[in-house]
């Protein structure tokens, strides 16, 4: 099992589009990634679920990863959370 | 239709836009998902499933074409709802939940309802704004469902709902709420604007509102249908809607109304019809239009608003985020994400830009008295060769695959150009002997943000292949003066001439050497300096993406 926490800086939380991204990307791995978000915990590879994770601007996640291909996983999501997700900016939008 | 004189009523609500419209109201009621429901007899589980995977089917597929239409009339981002709405009719807990309910004997239509009643009140429940908004996407998403699994919706059409005002009259269109795909559908030739009684400014209708340019009213609350004809007066900005309006009230309305939002219109149209258009003078200079980006994501915005490169890739976010050194792999890989978003037009890569006030965890540098005079920029890769050689090579290999050009910052002399050269020349044959593939003539150019720098421009230009010029830095070590400081903030914008000398004496020397000079600070973006950068016949400009078309069209504009 192969763990990374995250602190969502993007200033609108976890949105559609970067959970739908998050999804998409998740669905590359066999590795079972679950996201965890405090009490709540959600499937990685589920938009909805994501969604439902409530995760806010400064939430602190914690994302599992388990399976053959756990490392990869875990470090190429890692950097997707950074690269990928960024700061957002601060207007209506996904 | 009986319009009595009536009072003049004000109803207030949550204005989107600024603009407003005068006009008759007309109102919509939406049938779909406030359709009784009537207790239907399932056809059987299996009959029940292919119903609704054709229905899945036909909804996607009218999604995509949602997509597409928007993506064409609005813009990407606005698109992007759709996009959306796609990936949730996709999602494997919504597939799991209409099995579900399929298997315990439901018809399509109950397994509908209630999979999407259910997420609705889950999003809702979190208690965040944000995610009950995106509960009133389930329930869009829903409706077209429904509607796709009725009789009208098994034949193919382009408008998918009925009810639709006609008439030739302009009008404001009043409903409980709008979804996106509703919004979409909206014949809008003779549509002034619209109010919806529920909804928020965080909705979908709100942001298609801002794109389509049309004034909306978000959250009035209950409207009478029997307003239904009635001539009312909406102005987004004051955030109400006035029924049946005085003649002293219309007379001022009218006035304000009359040029504002059509001229504000009629330029965001010109606007977006400029994209990909090249910015020529009209005396003839062609000038690229380039965008300042951190990441891959602004650099697809970027590409999207027409930019013809990207002027500045700031290297550090990779850096700046992580715990530990970026590999070279890593880089790569960032690296490429740019350039394969840019369709093979340059992407100009600053190398490294660190200093004691932009820290890397991981580096350590020294805290200091001065840091913006101090270890910073191409001093700090020179002394870590390391980690100045990790990030050229992986340039060097991400530019085998599109147009990358190299920047150094914060160079002073010809010897640091020297030095670096060298080092690139070590990379360069190192991926050669390993077999790796690279760009052998990656372009290799300096940031012109310091005095030094500008001042030996001549000697300079001998060694590189192009200028950017760093207007922000140059500005602030010329005039010595701090932009951030407040009691000498003024200074900076007031003396820009001392800055714009040495520029245009830059530019000089890097056209004799057959070179190519930009512009990639704040002063590329500002329109009153435009005509004076043509004339020193700046090969470019690379704004933030917000100002990619204004700059665009200010070029157009020029002599």
Redesign the interface.
């Known amino acids: 099992m192969k763990e990374f926490t995250y602190t969502v800086k993007d200033v609108?939380?976890m949105?559609?589009?970067p959970a739908?991204k998050l999804?998409?990307f998740a669905k590359r791995f066999s590795s079972e990634i679950r996201v965890k978000n405090g009490a709540r915990e959600a499937?990685g590879?589920?938009?909805?679920?994501l969604?439902?994770l409530?995760a806010?601007h400064g939430s602190v996640l914690t994302f599992s990863f388990v399976g053959a291909d756990e490392e990869e996983a875990c470090r190429e999501l890692e950097?997707f959370c950074?690269?990928?997700w960024?700061d957002g900016v601060a207007v209506?939008?996904? | 239709m009986n319009i009595e004189k009536q009072s003049s009523r004000m109803f207030r609500g949550v204005g989107i836009g600024n603009g407003c419209a005068c006009g008759v109201l007309r109102f919509w009621e939406s049938q779909v998902i406030q359709a009784p429901v009537l207790p239907e007899a399932s056809r059987g589980e299996d009959a029940e499933t292919l119903r609704l995977q054709q229905a899945l089917r036909v909804t996607g597929e009218h999604l995509h074409h949602l997509r597409e239409k928007t993506a064409r009339e609005l813009g990407d981002?606005e698109a992007?709802?759709f996009?959306?709405h796609a990936?949730?009719l996709e999602?494997?807990?919504?597939l799991d939940g209409l099995a579900h309910r399929l298997h315990t004997g439901c018809t399509a239509e109950d397994a509908v309802r209630q999979t999407a009643s259910t997420?609705g009140e889950?999003?809702r429940g979190?208690?965040?704004a944000?995610?009950s908004a995106?509960a009133k996407?389930i329930e869009d998403i829903a409706a077209q469902l429904l509607h796709a699994l009725s009789e009208k919706g098994t034949e193919r059409s382009e408008s998918v709902f009925d009810g639709m005002p006609n008439g030739t009259e302009p009008y404001i269109l009043v409903a409980r709420d709008l979804t996106p795909s509703q919004t979409m559908g909206l014949e809008r030739e003779h549509l002034l604007g619209f109010v919806t009684m529920e909804g928020s400014?965080?909705s979908h209708t709100?942001?298609l509102a801002r794109a389509m340019g049309l004034p909306a009213l978000v959250g009035v609350g209950d409207l009478d249908a029997a307003m239904q004809g009635c001539e009312a007066l909406l102005d987004a900005r004051e955030g109400t809607l006035t029924v049946c309006p005085t003649s002293a009230q219309k007379h001022a309305f009218c006035e304000r109304q009359g040029r504002e939002s059509e001229l504000a219109r009629e330029h965001e149209r010109y606007l977006r019809s400029l994209i990909n258009k090249p910015a020529i003078t009209c005396g003839g200079h062609r000038m690229l239009i380039y965008a300042n980006v951190?990441?891959?994501?602004e650099a697809l915005s970027a590409y999207r608003n027409g930019a013809d490169g990207i002027g500045l890739l700031r290297s550090e976010?990779?850096y700046l985020?992580?715990e530990r050194l970026p590999t070279e792999e890593?880089l790569y890989?960032?690296y490429r994400?740019v350039v394969d978003r840019m369709g093979g037009k340059r992407v100009v890569i600053r190398t490294l830009d660190v200093g004691a006030d932009k820290q890397l965890s991981y580096l350590a540098l020294p805290k200091e008295e001065n840091p913006a005079l101090g270890f910073r920029g191409i001093r700090v890769s020179l002394e870590e060769r390391a980690i100045f050689k990790t990030q050229l090579r992986a340039l060097l290999r991400a530019g085998a695959h599109g147009s990358i050009s190299i920047m150094l910052p914060m160079v002073i002399g010809v010897s640091e150009v020297q030095r670096s050269r060298a080092v690139l020349e070590e990379c360069k044959q190192e991926l050669l002997r390993e077999g790796i593939g690279c760009d052998e003539r990656i372009e290799l150019g300096v940031m012109i943000e310091t005095p030094a720098a500008a001042v030996m421009s001549a000697e300079l230009a001998a060694e590189v292949d192009f200028f950017s010029v760093g207007t922000n830095d140059l500005l602030q070590y010329t005039l010595a003066a701090d932009r951030q400081n407040p009691r000498v903030a003024a200074l900076c914008e007031e003396n820009e001439e001392p800055v714009l000398r040495l520029i245009g004496y830059a530019a000089e020397s890097i056209h004799r050497h057959g070179g190519w000079i930009g512009i990639c600070g704040e002063m590329a973006a500002d329109l009153s300096l435009t005509q004076r950068f043509v004339d020193m016949k700046i090969d470019e400009l690379s704004v933030s993406v917000p100002y990619l078309l204004g700059v665009r069209e200010k070029v157009t504009e020029c002599k």
């Open positions: 609108n939380g949105h559609a589009r739908g999804a998409t499937d590879k589920r938009l909805l679920s969604m439902a409530g806010l950097r950074i690269e990928a960024g209506n939008e996904y | 981002a992007e709802i996009e959306i990936m949730l999602d494997e807990d919504f997420f889950t999003l979190i208690g965040d944000y995610l995106r996407d400014s965080n709100a942001i951190s990441g891959a994501e976010l990779l985020s992580s890593e890989q960032s994400d």
